[in-house]
């Protein structure tokens, strides 16, 4: 079955450091993934994609994501955490089951500290 | 702004009441979604339209009815629901349905109560 996992619920990280959410996912054929942020009282917005090529990937707000195929993991990181990016991250994985469908992990919570 | 607008942003009712959801997308989109979130769960689809039609309805209650006027507009339908339905639904659109690397646009979402 097709599926994401955010082993994270919440993250704290200071603001000035750098950040990692953690992403795997487990499907059948060619992963196509994708980076989502969500602020409060507002849908998710894009961030960033991963459909073929290189494997580092870069995306809004400074955002780059890794794809490692070995350890079937998509993280997103980001070098220097700000306030601003307190908000849901969610994972998602674009896999076909009689379909195309967008699958979504549960979400991390970041929270940068000032 | 993303172009989809979702009306109400928040909403209460009662089991028996009868309400809808109002979703708008101005991205000359083909396709447009439902998708229910509760707290520390993965986002939920319920259904998918492309072009109109209902292509996906996943095992969702009847007590949800979805409504595809055009492309532009999605409605949910909602008809004596459950305090277990309480949760943010969210509309979304994109492109189309088909493609690979198809990114999603959201409304802000309907923050729903069932008292």
């Known amino acids: 079955a097709q599926s994401v996992a955010q082993p994270e619920d919440q993250v704290n990280v200071a603001e000035g450091n750098p950040l990692t959410v953690k992403c795997t996912y487990s499907?059948?054929?060619?992963?196509?993934l994708f980076w989502y942020v969500q602020y409060p009282n507002r849908g998710l917005q894009f961030l960033l994609k991963y459909i073929t090529g290189d494997n580092l990937v870069k995306g809004s707000y400074g955002f780059e994501a890794e794809f490692n195929k070995s350890q079937t993991s998509f993280h997103l990181k980001k070098p220097s955490a700000l306030v601003g990016g307190s908000a849901l991250y969610s994972c998602?994985?674009?896999?076909?089951?009689?379909?195309?469908?967008?699958?979504f992990g549960a979400g991390t919570r970041l929270f940068v500290k000032a | 702004e993303t172009g989809v607008t979702q009306t109400p942003r928040h909403l209460v009712m009662g089991m028996t009441n009868k309400k809808s959801l109002k979703c708008e997308q101005h991205?000359?989109?083909?396709?447009m979604y439902w998708y229910k979130q509760s707290a520390k769960k993965p986002l939920e689809l319920m259904f998918v339209y492309s072009l109109e039609e209902r292509v996906e309805n996943n095992s969702v209650p009847s007590r949800f009815s979805p409504e595809c006027p055009n492309s532009s507009h999605l409605f949910l339908h909602l008809h004596t629901l459950q305090p277990e339905d309480s949760a943010l639904y969210l509309c979304?659109?994109?492109?189309?349905?088909?493609?690979?690397?198809?990114?999603?646009?959201f409304g802000s979402g309907t923050q729903l109560s069932v008292l």
């Open positions: 499907v059948s054929g060619n992963p196509y």
């Open positions: 991205l000359g989109h083909n396709a």
């Open positions: 979304a659109s994109s492109q189309g349905q088909f493609s690979t690397n198809e990114k999603l646009f």
């Open positions: 998602a994985v674009r896999a076909y089951t009689g379909g195309f469908k967008t699958i």
